[in-house]
Every structure is written in structure tokens, then in C-alpha cells.
């Protein structure tokens, strides 16, 4: 399997130990680069050229899709698109401040002790 049928498998975006575990190459990931194949989009994460999509921006943040954003991924179907990307930026994620601002609605994060959820 090439690495792009690979990633299209992948909604077009995966982690570097993810192209490494499926027996890609250092080699291969670096070739696929430089001819434009596939893109960084940050540090350890590669995505088809324009397809990542919502998956590759919450890889490219360290966070997670919830909510109307993940539906897709799980394969549900819901009433209407949902007006703003949903990411959860987890306990390893970035500080919130480093998340894009326009058209996203950050949950609460992973691991939140609060008892009082609206405070996460």
C-alpha cells in the first residue's frame, strides 16, 4: 500500500509513529514530501495535500474532535453541519490560548478535576 492510499484510509491525516508502525519508512515519509504527496503540518503529523481537513487541525493542535466535529469520524450522521469546529485540547494539549479562535468551540479538557464542569 502507498503512504497516500494509506492516509486516505486515515481521513487524510496521521501521527508519524502511526506511517512508522504500518511499516513506512523515514525514507519513504521524507520522499513523499519533497514531492508533495503528502504535508507536514506540524512536527510528526503528515496529511494528504487539502484533505485533512477538521482531523488534520485538531492533529496539528495536539487535541481531540468532540461533539458534532467527531460524528463523522464514528460514521453518525447529524441534523445539520455543525457551525464551528468542537476540539477538546486534552491533558498533553496546548495551552488554550495557542488554539485557533475563529469557528471553534473548545470543550473542557480531558482530566479536569473541578466539580463544577464550567470551570475547566
Partial sequence: MDIEAFLGRRAGAARNSTLRQAGFTRSSIDKA??????????????????????????????ALLTCLSAAPTYGLWTVQKPEALHLSPGTRGPRLAQLPTGGVHIHATAGCRSPDWRTC
Fill in 33 to 62: 514530501l519533497a514531492s508533495g504527496r503528502i504535508v507536514r503540518l506540524r512536527r510528526g503529523i503528515y496529511s494528504l495535500p487539502q484533505e485533512a481537513g477538521v482531523l488534520g487541525t485538531a492533529l496539528q493542535y495536539n
